[in-house]
């Protein structure tokens, strides 16, 4: 692995099922977060983690739950999708929350139908 | 919390001409202001940022102002090129998560 990954890359998902999104970085970054992507509205956070063990929320938190176990892992679940997550979400880290560079994973595609 | 402002939500200049995007931001305490550019089916890539003790940074064709006054900081793209072509966000920070403008999509024409 080399920065930051994101698995699945795209997913098509019914409705009312449980969904983790997975991510992975191997930069020893403290701060992780969640970001969704939906035309015409930029990038919104879901859920951040300033450091192992900590978790936030962001602009748009409901119907995500999020975990930060260990450094590398930080997954986002669905508990039960709605049509209205269908959207691309972006994984991001950085060294500290905040005033440095975010690296951005190569997005996960999510579609609820 | 934080807001962000961007404008305009598409711009298309001609190959060569300058391209100029404008931000606008609610804290004055945030202190880090960075642009991404999304190229499409791609993911979002720092290009260049500012820190509130500066009021200009230039990087070869890519430059950004921030006035702290007015709480604004725009991009400047200068002698565009059809590569350009892409979505750019600003963000803002007071040792947050980044806040992200919607984003400018910008099309450069040859």
């Known amino acids: 692995i080399a920065g930051i990954t994101q698995a699945p890359t795209s997913q098509i998902l019914a409705a009312g099922r449980r969904m983790t999104l997975r991510c992975t970085q191997d930069?020893?970054?403290?701060?992780m977060y969640w970001y969704r992507q939906d035309l015409g509205l930029g990038l919104r956070l879901i859920h951040y983690s300033n450091t192992a063990g900590t978790t936030g929320k962001g602009e748009v938190p409901d119907g995500y739950s999020v975990s930060r176990a260990n450094t590398d892992d930080f997954p986002l679940t669905l508990a039960s999708a709605v049509p209205s997550q269908t959207s691309v979400y972006f994984c991001a880290s950085s060294p500290r929350t905040g005033d440095t560079e975010a690296f951005f994973g190569q997005g996960t595609r999510l579609t609820v139908v | 919390g934080e807001n962000v402002e961007q404008h305009p939500s598409t711009l298309s200049v001609q190959e060569g001409d300058s391209a100029v995007i404008k931000c606008t931001y609610s804290d004055s305490a945030s202190n880090y202001f960075p642009w991404y550019k999304q190229e499409l089916g791609k993911r979002p890539q720092l290009i260049i940022d500012i820190r509130s003790n500066v009021g200009e940074k230039k990087d070869q064709r890519i430059a950004v102002t921030l006035n702290k006054t007015a709480k604004h900081f725009s991009l400047h793209i200068t002698e565009t090129q059809p590569e350009d072509s892409a979505v750019y966000f600003c963000?803002?920070?007071?040792?947050?998560?980044?806040?992200f403008g919607k984003g400018t999509r910008l099309s450069v024409i040859a």
């Open positions: 963000a803002a920070s007071n040792n947050t998560p980044l806040v």
């Open positions: 930069m020893r970054h403290n701060a």
